[in-house]
Nanobody, 126 residues
């Protein structure tokens, strides 16, 4: 499995923007679909956004649709989550996950995922 490391989290005011990055290493990242999930304090982990192996297909949770954009650069073994118009309810630890798949256009809103990052904290103040 690939190893994943997230970065880019931080503290931002409501209405602001952040860009999360997920760097992969160890295997051919283009063989993996990637997904961002988040977990707020006291809540279960939830799906945020997913991208296919090729980057041509994406999927979003209704709560972030129109505000967040997932993308990937296989040449850089990276996946990104551009977060705009952030709200206090977006506060959570954000995780990058990956699933090896033979389907180029498949996205995965739920696991099982073979690889997980350690998470990066995003805090949105009101």
């Amino acid at each position: 499995q690939v190893q994943l490391v997230e970065s880019g989290g931080g503290l931002v005011q409501a209405g602001g923007s952040l860009r999360l990055s997920c760097a992969a290493s160890g295997r051919t990242f283009s063989s993996y679909a990637a997904t961002w999930l988040r977990q707020a304090p006291g809540k279960e982990r939830e799906f945020v956004a997913a991208v296919s192996r090729s980057g041509g297909s994406t999927n979003y949770a209704d709560s972030v649709k129109g505000r967040f954009t997932i993308s990937r650069d296989n040449a850089k073994n990276s996946v990104y989550l551009q977060m705009n118009s952030l709200k206090p309810e977006d506060t959570a630890v954000y995780f990058c996950a990956a699933k090896e798949t033979s389907f180029r256009s498949a996205t995965y809103s739920q696991g099982p995922f073979g690889s997980w990052g350690q998470g990066t904290q995003v805090t949105v103040s009101s």
